[in-house]
């Protein structure tokens, strides 16, 4: 009687020790937020690990999360993750699996819900906020320099509007009340047109240009926007104010690599427009290599208006520019920026305005002028248009 009465004893023992550890660990779920569906001991325990809050700020477009997933009584089989809308399953197996899933965020708020399930129950539903802001550079800084070429002192013939395309691209870059955008700081621009665009004058721009950028996020733009040639079939020049038709062009001109072989070094990453009008004789094919060669190994990005087999068809009144400077402009209005996720952030990159340019001078010139890019670095952040 007494042995029986002991074995009774010893089952009430346990059955009670069972029960305060069940109760124990709904207790722990229902406080954590990862309890299973209707109390269920069955279903697995989701633990969240990363991000440790319920909402967080990053400037990643890209987040690392890190989930534990425990089903110590049943194997586990499915974890499911749903991205702003968007649902995804991972097939798992055993009674604990550790999760580590990339989110590709879209710009602002994004919502992450995480499940998981075995043969016998699901688990309530995990849900976390990530907002996503895109980072200014830091400690960034817009340098430019503008330089636009239509009068000549020796008094030959000038050039419609590239004093003006030059002007007016920088402005546009500077002085639009929605910058500095992706800048800290924009840097008063140093703009030489005609008169003051000597050779002299281009040459101090141009080591103003390269000794202001100081941080490695500094971003230098150079706008050259004149005539380009050659006296002997040659590598070719950008023509100053200064330029004498039977004077040699070392004396007066500026080798146009000299600009990019200038910029190449030094901190900071550079953007280079180059809206020239070609007079007969520069070996361009032999130029643009060179440029493409340059601008891949350095931290540079490179515009040029046309292709080296071709001219750029003539300014139009209409416009009051070249058809070159007509789709820059009209791509940082905002025409050029893509979008993401099905969003805008009124933020243009060189890769968006590349894009952009490229097929719009096409259409302007009804496919006779078709620029030229080169890219070796990453899109950098150019213009915020609202």
């Known amino acids: 009687m007494r042995k029986d009465c002991s074995t009774h004893s010893t089952v009430f023992w346990y059955l009670g020790f069972l029960g305060i550890l069940v109760f124990a660990l709904s207790a722990r779920a229902v406080a954590q937020g990862i309890g299973p569906i209707q109390g269920d001991i069955a279903a697995p325990d989701v633990v969240v690990r990363t991000p440790d809050q319920r909402v967080v700020t990053v400037n990643n477009p ?10 110590p009584l049943y194997p586990l089989t499915e974890a499911t993750i749903v991205v702003n809308g968007k649902t995804e ?33 699901s688990s309530k539903p995990i849900t976390r906020t990530i907002v996503y ?18 009068q000549f002192k020796d008094g030959r013939a000038s050039l419609k509007f590239a004093s003006n395309d030059a002007e007016t691209l920088a402005r546009a870059l500077t002085s639009n009340p929605n910058q500095p955008g992706p800048f800290q700081t924009i840097i008063p621009p140093r703009i030489l047109l005609d008169s003051k665009a000597t ?27 004149g005539l380009v040639g050659s006296r002997y079939f040659d590598e070719p020049y950008f023509f100053s104010h200064e330029h004498q038709t039977k004077g040699d062009p070392e004396l007066y001109d500026i080798r146009l690599t ?13 953007v280079i427009f180059v809206n020239s009008e070609l007079t007969s004789g520069p070996d361009w094919h032999r130029f643009t290599e060179r ?9 540079l990005v490179t515009f040029l208006a046309t292709r080296e087999d071709e001219l750029p068809i003539a300014p139009s009144d209409e416009w009051g520019h070249s058809a070159f400077t007509k789709a820059l402009l009209e791509g940082l209005s905002g025409n ?38 080169f890219a070796g670095v990453k899109a950098q952040p150019l213009f915020k248009y609202r």
Do not use: C, Y
């Open 62 to 71: 890209v987040f690392v999360m890190r989930v534990l997933i425990l089903s």
């Open 291 to 299: 440029v493409r060669r340059v601008s891949l190994g350095r931290k």
């Open 258 to 270: 000299s600009f990019w072989e200038k910029l190449a070094g030094g901190p900071g990453r550079t």
């Open 133 to 150: 802001e895109r980072p200014a550079l830091a400690r960034s800084r817009l340098i430019l320099l503008a330089i636009g070429v239509s």
């Open 336 to 373: 050029a920026e893509l979008e993401t996720d099905g969003r805008k952030d009124g933020t243009i990159d060189s890769d968006e305005l590349q894009i952009w340019v490229q097929k719009r001078v096409a259409e302007l010139s009804r496919g006779r002028q078709h620029p030229t890019s």
């Open 199 to 225: 050779r002299a004058g281009i040459i101090e721009g141009l080591d103003w240009l390269n000794a202001s950028a100081t941080f490695d996020d500094d971003v230098r733009v150079l706008i050259l926007s």
């Open 89 to 121: 399953k991972r097939i798992l197996s055993g009674s604990r699996f550790a999760l580590e899933e990339n989110v590709t965020l879209q710009l602002g708020t994004n919502t992450v819900t995480i499940g998981a399930a075995n043969r016998k129950a």
